[in-house]
């Protein structure tokens, strides 16, 4: 193996940057030359490549984003394309690559590597929603994003005695409002996984009330609950005589100079890509289980299922009563 490649893809995640410096940087140590990819699957149909240089990489590892910019291409999914995608990987001499996103990128991986080109995948999502891996590259920073504004929502909330309600991303998975209302001891966390109906909610908020006329409220709400976070806060409001207000953090959760822990995850998880296809692997999806990387392979990989541990759920069973 002479030439690899490195592509970013899915939303972008903070800490893309450091796997991508780790790639470049571990693969030139191997005497490899790497070839940067632009736009996510979408540049390999456009050739989109760009040789890299160990200065290709300096000074992103503090930056967000991904300076390879990326794409969602659902087109990716059929065999024509998948074949342009290698016939270019061939012109250039690209013999494999590393890929960096969320599920969907994953099952591009696996094509690819099925059809000869040895993809290893990383995951890189704010969402943490990849169950072969404890935590994905991003969620750390955006969990502390949202922290930061939860603090913040906190002061006007509680000067008021009000409820408010924070929106946060997750896409189905609800790892950064569980962790994010833990860190920011919210009042009540709504997930995918523990989602009390409204009335449960509204008669919890009039208990709180109840005792302490000027308290306040935070709920930490995952996204794709309700049709209208804000519909919701006027029932709130309407049955719990809390002066309710919602706020959907949105894209301030994406952005942002990478956490310590997203940089060193990035970092180790990219030098890990490489070794893995210097030993020839392809198709396999890189994790940290505890300290300790893993790798898994991707079709077992897709069909792992995130499992809360039973110590979180009584977390929020405590915090909720
Ligand atoms: O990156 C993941 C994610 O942020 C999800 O939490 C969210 O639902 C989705 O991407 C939004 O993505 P976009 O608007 O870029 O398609």
Redo the contacts with the bound molecule.
Sequence with gaps: MKRIGILTS????PGMNAAIRAVVRAGLSYGLEVYGIYNGYRGLIEEDFVAMNRHSVSDIVARGGTILRTA?LPEFKELSVQQKAIANLKKHGIEALVVIG?DGTYRGALDLTNQGVNCIALPG???NDVASTDFTIGFDTALNTIIDAVDKIRDTTESHSRCSIVEV???HCGDLALYAGIASGAEIIITPEIHPDDQEVIDYLKKLRAQDADRRAIMVVS??LYPSIHDFAKKIEENTGFVTRATVLGYI??GGAPSANDRILGGRMGAYAVDLLMEGKGGEAVGIRGTTLVATPIPEALKMKKVWDESIRNVVHQINN
């Design positions: 899915g939303g972008d995640a969602r969320g999502t704010i969402d991303m997750g896409n996204e794709k959760q994406r």
